[in-house]
Every structure is written in C-alpha cells, then in structure tokens.
C-alpha cells in the first residue's frame, strides 16, 4: 500500500471522540503503520495557539503537502484545524481532504467499524496524494454592468451597483425612464417609498440610460462580456463586467379563462386601476355595483388578489356595492390575510366557490348566477362591471433575450424558472443574473431584494478591476482536441470557446465535469476530481468488505443528505457500501460505472438533483443516458441491468435515501443470493 506522494493525516482526538466501539487509537497506530504517512493526533478542544503550535511542530516545511483530517464530524469539531492550516498555514484546500469517522460507526461490530474507518482513510489518502494544487490567478474584468430591463427591480440594481462607483448602463425597450408595473405613473400604485428611488436613479451621475434598445448580441464571458445593443440612434457595443436582467412582467386580460370577450362592462383590473387612481380623478359613476372575478379561470397569484382588494377598498370607501368572487386563491403573502379580513370589515361580499359564475351580459348590467356554498340555494347579482384578473407573464422580448444569453426560458415566456440551486438572481452563467421579473411572479419587496443581492454577487465577481480566482477545474489538452465543439455545445454554463482547439473560460467554469466526461477524445482533463483519482479509489476498496455497493452522488443533493443519514440511524447500509462524491452527478462516466464492476461491486447507484433542479441544467439527464448505457452493456454482458440504479433524490430527503437504498439491496440479494451473502 504506497501512496502518490507523502500524505499527513491528522486525527482530531479527544475524550468526546472516544465512544462506543470506536477505538481510535487502534486506528491511529494502523494508520501510522501506511508507507508514505506521517500521523498527528490532536486534541481539537485546545486553544487556536496551542493547536497552532502543535501543527508547527508537524507539518513538513516547504512544498505542501496533501493533509487528511479524521475525526466525528470534522468539519464542525475541526474549524479551528481547518481555518490553521489553511490560513495560517497557506494549505491549498485542493489538498486537504475530511473524512468522517460517522460513517464507519453505521455498522454495529466493532470489527466492521474498525474496518470502515480504515478503508474512508485510506481512500481519502488516495484521492488527496493525486490531487492537483489549486492555481489562483488574477483575471482582468470591466468594472462597467449592464442592467436591462424597465422594473423597479432594474432600477434597484443599476442604483446600488452605481452607489459602488460602478458604471451603470440601463436599457430598456421603452422610450421613457421609469418602470411600466401597472400604475406606476399613478400616485396610489407604486408605493410611496419607491418615489425617491426613482429620483436617484435619474440623478445618478453613473447611470447611462438607453432607451429603444434591444440587445442583438452577447458574447466573451464574466467579467468580460461584448454586448451588441441596438438602439434609436444606432447599434453600439458595450464591454461589460456583468449583466442583470430584470424586464418587467407583462399583463394580459383573462377574459378567455371565463369564456368572456371584451365588452365595456368588463375591465381588466389595470383597467380599473387607472379609472381610480387616476389624476385629475375621473367620472366613476358608471362603475356602481361591481363584481371581481379571481382563481375561477385558471391560476392566480397573491399580487392578484392584492390589486383586487386594494381597488375594491377604494370603491367601498366611495361607497360602491363590491363582489368578490374567489377560486383558488393564494393569501399566503405578508398582509394579505389582513387585507381580506379590513375589505370584509369595510363591506366587501366575498363568494368562495368552486367553479366560476354563470356569467349573463345584459342591456342593463351583467347577471352573475351561482349556487351560494353557504345557503346552498342558486342566487343572482347584477352588476354594474365586472373586473377580470390578469395573467402575469415574462417580457415579450425574452423570448429572443433567453437564447443570447444562454439563460433558460422558462414559461411563460420568464428567462429563468425556479431552481434552488439559482436563488438571488443567480443564472447558470457566471456573471450574468436574472432578477425580481426577469423570473417570476413576485411581490415588489422581494424583487428589490433580489436585486441588491445580484449587485452584491457582481461587486464580487468585479471589485477593483479584477478578479483573483481558482483556474478552471477543466483544461484541454490541445494536443489531443479535435475541435468537435461537443464540450462547447454541452457546456451548460456558457464556459467554453474556441480559437483553433476548445478553450475553457476561467471565470466561467463552474467546475460541473460534464465536458470531461462527454469528451469523444478524452482531450479535457478535470483537476479536482480526475478519472485517475476515481479509479485508484475504486481499486484500493477494501476486499474485507462485502456486498460492495458502489454509490455516486451529486454533491449539490445526495451527497448532503447521506451526510445527514449517516447521523440518522445506524446499521442500514450495507457492510461494502462506499459513497463517492461527484461535482455534478453529469460528471459520472462510463468507464466509473463499468469500473465499479470490474472492482467487485455488486451494484451501482447514481443519484442525482430532481429534474429541473440540476444546478447545471442537464447534469441529472446527462447522468441518466449513462446509466442506460451502462444497464445496456450489462444486458449484452448477460448481467441483469438492474445492477445499475440511477435516482434522483434532494438534499433533504436522507430518510428517502436510506428507504431507496435498503429497497434496492433487497432487490440485489433477490438477484443473486451467492453474491451478497
Ligand atoms: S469535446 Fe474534446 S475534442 Fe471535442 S472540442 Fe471539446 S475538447 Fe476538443
Ligand atoms: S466543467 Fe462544466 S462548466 Fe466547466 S467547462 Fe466543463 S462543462 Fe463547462
């Protein structure tokens, strides 16, 4: 047993760590005995200056060396060991490897345990002694941000960007400064305390505006982005550390959802809105009696019924006669409930029902007939108007916008749709952030939060004019490159280019391994996690430990709730599983699967992000087409293909992780007993 080069392992030991069948200094003394180790214990209860002290004493001088740190949850127990040595003693984290001793307390003989945490360090020592030191570098960036959109969010964002001494370019397709949200020109609509946002805005001194526009082309990468803007005055291209998009949402009347066409008795509710709030005040006493529909003709949103209540107080208020006819409503916002409770308090008829009125326009008014929930008896009212909600959908102009930017869509018609991995803006592109409208349907507050967020994230990425960063986990190797652009179509961040052979952008790169593994020619090398790296763990598995059950997982999901399974319950794995983390579950390749196989498993797990949740887009689907092939190769070497399993599972599910996995052993030893005995 010899590893790579000398590896320092670190046992974080202290009486709290000293329980059950865990024998740690049995452990110790084996690990002491591996060729190429040096082995401190260390009490990680002291004090910082005396750890410090100690770690002085131990570590060899000069060129780092790859450090594994051992205790029961090391990451927590071992912050003080962890912030020493990669502070104080410069450690590459590309070089320091944890491993925690829970998962070998899974098993109940301390035989086994003793095992397990002999078999965790000697495939952490493994990986870390072939692992590659970190290169930071110094990459130059634009401190110039374009903002695009016409919200109150892009404003938020342009704003907080300029008041950080960035040069800030608004455009929006509109031809007047200010947003278009409903209302906005009206003095009851936008909230009073946006007024002086908008002034500053127009007062920014940083902040160029350009109206007309529309963006034509994007291209280069974080922090150095060539934007093609067309505009009234001409095309023009802007360099850009960043880009923030933030349209605003577009209205549409859903009279079609109640089977209604438009008619002058019917307002869409910004109708309504600017036939109130409107200066100088208009006549309104045609309005009378009036009725509004809302969650009767397909899905509403809270800012819906917001609208509907704050128009239907004012009408009470000059009183008007109001009905209010709900259907699948969601109250679940801050005030709404409070907002419904004052409207009835004020005079509001509130329906709730299952199904939208009969709905009857007449000479004189339009009849609503239904069956009232509470009398269960049919009951009919005329109303003066009736005001219909409106359907909240991305910017027209997305649908174009999404393909430059290499940013969703996602319907209808928003550049990016709901991931947990993209909240605060942002996308799955490095320096490029969708925010508040750009995505959804959201209340103004948080819109505006999103945006000071995103600026945030782009002060990071482009403080001072430069950037100092990580190389990218992935490198061509031109020699072996064919400029196929497989890498480059796959890419799902936006990360590779090209001159005469594939090039990988640094600031780009999100370290996902899909181009190395899709790679025809095996021309892209990932430093953090290389192939060699994973086949020198598998062949170093203990053969003591049996059934071998080989699992990957992305380490965005699976990984994190495996992590807290191991502290849930003991004795549900089996005796031979290992985990292996995988950057994205796309990174998973072939030749792990087949691999695994040669080196005993007795099944393969991949596990991955919940589709539409993968952090890279197609990471979970690239991982899926694997496992098939691989289930085919298996089929053709007359293997039941079952042997592979590919699921897909979130971070907070680890009950859901040890229920798949222990119905999956089930299943293996039902294939083939003799084997998992
Ligand atoms: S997939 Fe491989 S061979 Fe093809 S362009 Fe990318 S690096 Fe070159
Ligand atoms: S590792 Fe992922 S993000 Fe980086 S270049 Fe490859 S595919 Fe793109």
Known sequence: MKFARLVEIIFLYSFETDVGWFDFPELALWTAGL????????????????????????????KGHPVVLVGLDPLWRGRTTIDLLLEKFRLDPGLLALVDLYEALQYPQAKYVLIKAQELIYLAATRVAQAHPTEIQDFPVSSRVLVWGDSFAACQAALELAQQDFEVILAAPGNSFGPVLPGAALPETPPPDLIPLLTQVRAQGLIQPLWEASITDLAGGAGNFTVKIETAAGPRAERVGAVILAPEFRLTPNFAGYGLSPQPRLLSQTQLEALLFSEPETDQSHLGVVAFLL???GDTCPQSLRRALGSASSLLLRNHQVHLFLGQAQVAAPGLEQALESALEAG?????LGD?????????????GFM???????????????VVEEDYQGAPENRSLSPLVQVGPAPPQFLQGEN???????????GIFVVGPGHGIMELHGSLAEAKAAALEVRKLLDQGHNRAPKAQATVDRGRCVLCLTCYRLCPHGAITWDNRALIRDLDCQGCGLCASECPNNAIYFRSYSDEQVFA??????????????????QNSAWIAYQAALKLEQGVLPLGFTAFKLPCAGKISLDYIMRAFIMGAAGVLVLACHPENCQSHRGNLHAHWRTEHAQALLVEAGVDPRRVLFQTLAANSPQDLL???DQWCAQLREMDEAVLK
């Open 659 to 661: 229920k798949e996995i």
């Open 295 to 297: 969650g009767l003709g």
């Open 348 to 352: 509001l008829f509130l329906y709730k």
């Open 420 to 430: 947990v991995h993209h909240l605060a803006g942002v996308t799955s592109r490095q």
């Open 35 to 62: 060729s190429q180790t040096r082995v401190l214990a260390l009490d990680p209860a002291l004090p910082e200056h005396e750890q410090e002290e100690r770690l002085r004493a131990f570590l060899l001088k000069g």
């Open 537 to 554: 763990e598998l062949e170093n598995l203990d053969p003591r430990l049996h059934p071998r059950i080989i699992a990957f997982m992305c």
């Open 372 to 386: 009232d929930p509470i009398l269960l008896r049919p009951v009919e009212i005329q109303a003066d108007v009736v």
């Open 356 to 368: 939208a009125p009969e709905i009857v326009p007449e000479d004189d008014g339009i009849r609503l």
